[in-house]
């Protein structure tokens, strides 16, 4: 590939992210954390650079590393936290993509399978190996709910939900009497950050007894899956996806001179799951010392469909069709890996964008 040409991998940075690394150059040592955002199969289009980021590029580095998921960020913060991160990140792809549904599925079996995905994916020591881990440490962002959305039975979980919608129309500060912050995180760290939204925050060590209900409910997807309740070691009540508050993250996270990694699907990035649909930014100061790592238009234009895979596949396409449309989408994320490597072993570093122009 020549000097300057990343048609498929587009590369941002926050102002002081940006700075660092002109002074000291593209390498594993900034970094101390590492994103994943909500967004379900979107997360294919990353296969790629999960695999080459986790088997390569912080492979072998001794310096901690925050990884911090919500719903399908935390599925794969799992996996990357595994002793073979790429071997079970590869699990969860082909679980993920392969799954079928009945027609007409219902939450319960819906729920089923996720939770069959995640026992793919952690394998049979999994979960003691990411509590264990000498250097990363996962931080799985999920939600406590409160009035009807706390229900699971769907006329008043719904009645919540438009609730939340509507009082997210006129502020996220709304949803403070709804949704409370549960971090599930790996023993002795917790994740240091400011929000600016001020939603109360709670901090449970993860355990062997809670972890799978912990990483069950940062997925659980109001209406489409059951919540996951009174999760050990936890406050008791009904928990729900991390993403509901926690969509693509509007935080400012406290690391110091360290810088953040976030690879990421979408070159507009979401604070809430209900802000999907708004016009509303994240605030720039917050992406200050975040470096993001975003599929072009021009690698979504070449994909199946010319689209991102979501949800929708499910019901829109015939099975074979949509897992043969999403492992075409898992193996060209590999393009976005080679154009990482190509532009770390060049240090091109003129080609990293300043994040102020996705705003």
């Known amino acids: 590939m020549n000097k300057g040409t990343s048609p498929n991998l587009e590369i941002y940075a926050g102002p002081k992210a940006l700075e660092k690394i002109k002074q000291e150059g593209f390498k594993p040592q900034l970094f101390d954390h590492f994103l994943g955002a909500s ?15 986790f ?32 071997a079970a990140i590869t699990r969860l792809a082909e679980s993920y993509s392969q799954t079928i549904y009945s027609r007409n599925a219902d939450r319960e079996e819906i729920t089923a399978k996720a939770s069959d995905i995640l026992d793919y994916s952690l394998s049979q020591n999994g979960i003691e190996q990411i509590i264990n881990h000498d250097t990363i440490n996962v931080h799985l962002l999920t939600n406590l709910c ?11 979980l719904f009645a919540g939900l438009v609730k939340s919608m509507l009082s997210n ?26 929000d600016q939204y ?33 999760i050990p070691g936890a406050p008791p009540g009904m928990y729900r996806d991390g993403g509901i508050i926690d969509y693509h993250f509007d935080l400012q996270i406290n690391n110091n001179d360290a810088l953040t990694l976030y690879p990421h699907f979408n070159h507009k990035p979401k604070a809430g799951w209900f802000d999907k649909n708004l016009n509303r930014s994240v605030n720039p100061n917050n992406y200050d010392n975040i470096v993001m790592l975003i599929p072009s238009r021009n690698f979504i234009e070449n994909l199946p469909m010319k689209k991102i895979p979501d949800r929708k596949d499910f019901s829109l396409q015939e099975d074979k069709t949509r897992i043969r449309n999403w492992q075409d989408v898992l193996v060209a994320g590999d393009l976005l890996a080679e154009e990482l490597d190509d532009f770390i072993n060049q240090q091109r570093i003129d080609d990293i964008k300043p994040f102020e122009i996705l705003q």
């Open 169 to 194: 129309l006129v502020s996220r500060k709304r949803l403070h009497s709804q949704y409370q912050r549960v971090i599930f995180h790996t023993p002795n760290q917790q994740l240091q950050f400011n």
């Open 39 to 53: 967004g379900g199969p979107k997360w294919f289009t990353l296969f790629g650079l999960d695999k080459y980021l």
């Open 146 to 156: 409160r009035g009807l959305v706390s229900w699971e039975f769907k006329p008043l």
């Open 198 to 230: 001020n939603f109360q925050t709670q901090y449970v060590a993860l355990t062997k007894e809670n972890f799978k209900p912990a990483l069950m409910a940062s997925g659980a997807i109001p209406i489409a899956m059951e919540g996951i309740s009174n």
């Open 55 to 86: 088997g390569e590029f912080f492979n072998g580095t001794n310096q901690p590393l925050n990884l911090v998921g919500s719903s399908a960020g935390a599925f794969r913060a799992s996996c990357l936290a595994q002793a073979d991160p790429v």
